[in-house]
Each structure stands twice: as structure tokens, then as C-alpha cells.
């Protein structure tokens, strides 16, 4: 947004016409102040809703609705119960505010048609953004010890959860925080929705990725994002554009992203059948994810205590080790075997998915997100995500012959379920909506999937057959290259779509006349982020509960960026050899 149109979009938040009770009139006279019952609900109230940069903006907001009296005092026995009762009825708690939910309009990004450029940058452009984004990295890496990742809250929501989806999540949610967090988030966004707040709040944007709001970013350290930049520092070198002092740093700061991910981030858990485990946790401990000691205390305010391990943070960092080399014993591990406890059975979706939000597709053969710590703890109870799916397939054809999956029938059965449900997946074209997705855009599904193939046709041609004997993979594979090649490269972009659409191109075998679109919308964005790195901060996965939590940043884009140009750089080469 231009400063023109952030003025004037405030100007009519704060001086629009009240049309019935705001936010405020609802809650505060049960949760400002009051004795007994749950604390949280008001601390969270008083905090991330009722602060005082967010009053000014939605106090004048009102839903005519509302005046009827029979509903507020509906909407507010709801409030009260979930403030008061020591087991809250959620369904019925809820049910009241989903019927608000459900009367706002949200839309998925539709892009604009834009044919592509005639011809791609020369290479030495392209040579150029590499050598800008790795250098973006390694100078990130020395000036904080690390490569920081940020999340910022969108307000709004996302447009896949509504009154159903909320109350799929108040009932499915094990930690009273996270169901009051998602309670109240999702009352607000009925008043932002339908205020003039709203276009201040969730403005429109160039591309599908969503950019990210700087104000509102929290920095902090995951070993889900040292895998990924771990995996970009080792292409920067692969690409042989880095100085030698810059490889010599890229080796040093991967060897200390694979111990954080492996040593500081390792956690002890229990498998269904008893056996430890070894796995990695989404957010170790205090001092180590990095918040600043005002946001650290935010988080305990808002709710998320609690992080457990999760499949997807393992899987990728297990993937990332391997590929930098790394002998630790915790890689000796058959993840397979941990996995399988997770997987979903035809029929038999609970307890294992508690939080079905994605339930038009089909889990059977998925392997669910969140895993039991020691004490059986698990706050976001559970859900089911393809690309994490995708990320299980890699590490397991990475360590084929290390976990001897071949040689254990069992395992071999889990990874051919894995794929059986990916196939059906791009049979029914339920890759390509967003609804079918937890935590991840459609886009990043087909630039994971291409990371997946390109470690499947990497293994020996007959163990390629044992895993997949009906071609599964070539199949999934035509399915995502025309959806890339006919939907994504064929709109409008931004520099993270491009990113993702040149790894899903790059990996996936297709003709490097195919990179045009992409790699210009990269090149002509080059610089877009000003004092903060090459390109600007977009979405690289989120959650859809509380409310809309992006995770990104500039150092993000940069690593996509590189992962991208750097594989759509090896075909143009092997193509004019």
C-alpha cells in the first residue's frame, strides 16, 4: 500500500459510522476485569485484542445484527461459559460466533493472466541475484548467529476457516489457551472483516505468497528453518559462485545449523509401540528460538506455551544432515518406523486427526503433523498436511539403504501408503486447492513435491521399480508441471512464487524455455527489499489457527530465491552445452 491509501483507509477505520455493538462492547464488560474462572481468556483479550493499538481502529466498528438482544446476550452466555466453566462445552460455545464467521467474504489471491517474456536474462543476471541472495545469508548468519525467520498475525484470518473449520478447531484443540486464542481471534475478525479496518489490515497484494506486515514480525529460530537454509547455503556452493571465504563460511555456518538442529533442537519421545526415539522439536527451549525477552512473554500470554516435536521439523532436518554429511548416530534412527504409529488407516481417522480443517481430501496413508512428547502432551491436537507428507517420502529415499527399507517389508509399506495417498491427491486436482493444505500454499506444494521427485529418481532404477511399480510419480509429476506451467508461470507473480515455481521446474525435468516468466520476475525484483536483503518478507508456510500466522522473511525469499535460480541455472547450461 502506498502511504496515500494507508491514510485514507485509517481515516475511514476511525471515522466510520457505528452500526450496531463493536468488539469492544461485546467483551469488555465480561473480560476486562472479573474474578474467577479461567485468567487466560481476559489476559488474551486484554492483549492481543483489546490493546491499545487496535481499539482506535475497530471501536467504531458494529454489527447490526447484534442489536437484536436475544443474540448479544447469546454471543456473550458463550463468552462467559468459556470464561467460567471449568470443562467448557465448546461445540456449544462456538456455535454462536461461527454463525458471525460465516457471514464475512474472503478470498484466495486470484492473479492476473500475463504472458511471458519473449526471452530469458542473460546469465550473468541471473549469476548475479544468486551471488546477492547467498551473500544476503551469510552476512544475516555472522551479524546474529544465525539465520532469523519471523511470524507476523494477519488478523483477518484465512479464508479456508470458517464457522465449520472454527468449530472443527475449538473441539479439536487440546489446550484451553489455543481454544480461547481461536475463540476470540475468530470473533474479531467477523469486526475487521466487515469495518474499514479491513483494507488496512489485509490489503491486496501482487501474486499469491502474501507479503508480510514488518511491524508486526517476531524473529525467531527453528530447526524446520535451519534445515532450509542449510539446503540453500549447500546450493550457493554447488553453483561454484561463491568466493572461497564465502564457501569456507557457508561450511562453518551449516556444520552450526545441523548441530541446532540435531543436538539443540533433539528431544526424547516414545513411538506407539514403546521404542525411544530421538526426533526434533518445532521450538526448543528458552534461550534458543531467539525471541526478544517482550515477545518471549507475549507468547505465554497468547497462549503457546507448549511446542511439541512435529514430523515435519524431523523429517527435514534428518534430510538436511544427510545432505551436509552429517554422521551423527541419531540419522541410524528408521524414522519409518515412528512414522507408521502416525500414519492414517481408511476409516480410522480418529484420535489420530483431531483437527480435520483439509477433510475434503482423502488421509488414508498420510502420516499426521504433531507427536507426543514425554508427558503425552500435545496442544494443537492433530491434523494431517500433504507437503509434510512429501517431505517423510525425501528423507526416507535419502537414507534408503541407511533405514534398509527395501530389505523391511513394513517400511517399505509405509512409504508406498505415503505415496498412495499423494497419487490420489493429484488424481482428484486436490493439490491445487488451498483447502487441501494445513500449512502450506498449493505453489509450495509443487516446489516440495519437485525436491521429493528429484531424490526419488536420484536412487538406483530398480529400487526406483520396488517403490513404486505403477509410475506413481510419473504420474503426480504431469499432474504438478501443468499446473505450474498453465496456472502459476502463467499469472502473475511475485519473487517467492517465482522461487517456488522455478524449484518445482527446475527438479522436475521441464524445458528451461519453461524459466522465462519466472526468472524475470526475480531479476526485475531484484532489490525490492531495500535495507533488509534482496526481496521483501512473503509468506513460506502459516497457520490457519488462532488466526492467519505467517512465517517468512527476507532471508527467506533469499534462500528460495537461490534455490531456485540455482537449479533453473544448471539446466540453461546443460542445455547449451
Known sequence: ????????????????????????????????????????????????????ALRPLLRRTGLSELRDEPKLRTLRAALRQARDDETPDWAAIGAPVAELLDTIELNHPRPRAAPPPSRAPDLARIDGAIRSCGEHLLKSFGRNGFIPTY???????????????????LTGLNSRGYKNSTLLFNLARTFIARSPARALINPPWKGIAEPMWEPMQIRHRSAYYDAFFTEALLSFVETGLASEDQAGASRRAIADMVEFCLATSREEVRAHDGAAFNVITALAPLPHPRFSKFFAQIKQDLGFGIYVPDCDTTACSFSAATQAGCTDPILDQPLLDFYAGYQVTAGANEPKVTVPLNDNIDYEGGVVTWIDNLEGERPFGNDLDPTLNLDILEVSFRNLARWKVL?????????????????????????????????????????YFGRCYAAFIALPPAAQRAIDPDDSFDFIRGRVLAYVQTELTAHEMNAFDAALALIALGHLGADPATFTAALHCIVGGLGEGGRHGPFKAYEWNKMKTPTRILVGGPEVTSAFVLMGLALARKAMMEARA
Open 151 to 169: 511470524a507476523a498475525f494477519n488478523l483477518i484470518g484465512d479464508p479456508d476457516l470458517r464457522g465449520r473449520e472454527m468449530a472443527m478447531a
Open 407 to 447: 530389505e523391511t517389508p513394513a517400511r517399505l509399506k509405509t512409504v508406498q501408503r505415503i505415496i498412495g495417498f499423494q497419487k490420489r491427491l493429484a488424481a482428484s486436482g486436490a493439490f491445487a486447492d488451498p483447502r487441501s493444505h494445513i500449512y502450506y500454499l498449493p505453489e509450495l506444494y509443487c516446489a
Open 1 to 52: 500500500m502506498t502511504l496515500h491509501s494507508i491514510a485514507g483507509a485509517a481515516f475511514r477505520a476511525l471515522t466510520a459510522r457505528k452500526d450496531g455493538p463493536s468488539l469492544y462492547d461485546v467483551c469488555d464488560p465480561l473480560l476486562l476485569k472479573y474474578a474467577g474462572g479461567d485468567p487466560h481468556l481476559g489476559k488474551f483479550y486484554r492483549t492481543a485484542l483489546g490493546n491499545p
